[in-house]
């Protein structure tokens, strides 16, 4: 029998220790949502693996779905946001940004501009060093608005054009209580 191979862009969002060597990863995927998928041996020290699959990294894998799940064949590393964050600022919201999503985001849904926000948003988090806790609540607004939790509206259009990243304005008190309303509207 054989199985489709798929091959996406992917964030590792986490990773689980399984067994003696193997391990389970948390992907955010662009083509496939937030996944689970497994990696055989990839704790052992001869495994040409396990520096492209941690966390934080952007990495290029190919997928397989059998019957227990989503496994893991071959990966290419593209980069690592948490190491190439030059501050210790800008290394605390890297993972906020990623717990942020490991809570929004539940099964496989397929939704790329998630995935093109956060990658985008990760891109400028790691090289701007001022108003850098500002940045991780625009990304805030910005997936609960592209996940359904924020209706659009005057308050959210401010922050929602390309370059609100960069010229990075501070939140009014009318969009920090819609960031409020939209985690408190996703129950997670």
């Known amino acids: ?3 489709k191979t798929y091959t996406t862009n992917a964030l590792v969002c986490g990773s689980f220790a399984n067994n003696t060597s193997d391990k389970y990863f ?11 998928a497994t990696a055989r041996s990839v704790r052992e020290e001869k495994s040409k693996q396990r520096f492209a699959l941690q966390d934080f990294s952007l990495i290029k894998v190919s997928l397989v779905q059998g019957k227990t799940g989503w496994r893991i064949g071959s990966v290419e590393a593209s980069r ?7 501050t210790r600022d800008s290394r605390v919201v890297v993972t906020e940004a990623v717990r942020l999503l490991r809570r929004l985001l539940q099964g496989e849904e397929v939704d790329s501009t998630v995935f093109v926000e956060t990658t985008t948003a990760l891109d400028i988090m790691v090289t701007k060093d001022s108003s850098i806790k500002n940045l991780i609540d625009i990304f805030t607004l910005r997936v609960l608005y592209r996940l359904g939790y924020v209706a659009h509206s005057e308050v959210v259009e401010l922050w929602l054009n390309d370059d609100s990243y960069i010229s990075a304005p501070p939140l009014s008190k009318a969009a920090r209580k819609v960031i409020d309303k939209g985690l408190n509207a996703s129950h997670l």
């Open 1 to 3: 029998m054989s199985y």
């Open 26 to 36: 948390l992907l955010l995927t662009e083509s496939a949502g937030m996944i689970m």
């Open 80 to 86: 690592n946001y948490y190491l190439e964050a030059s």
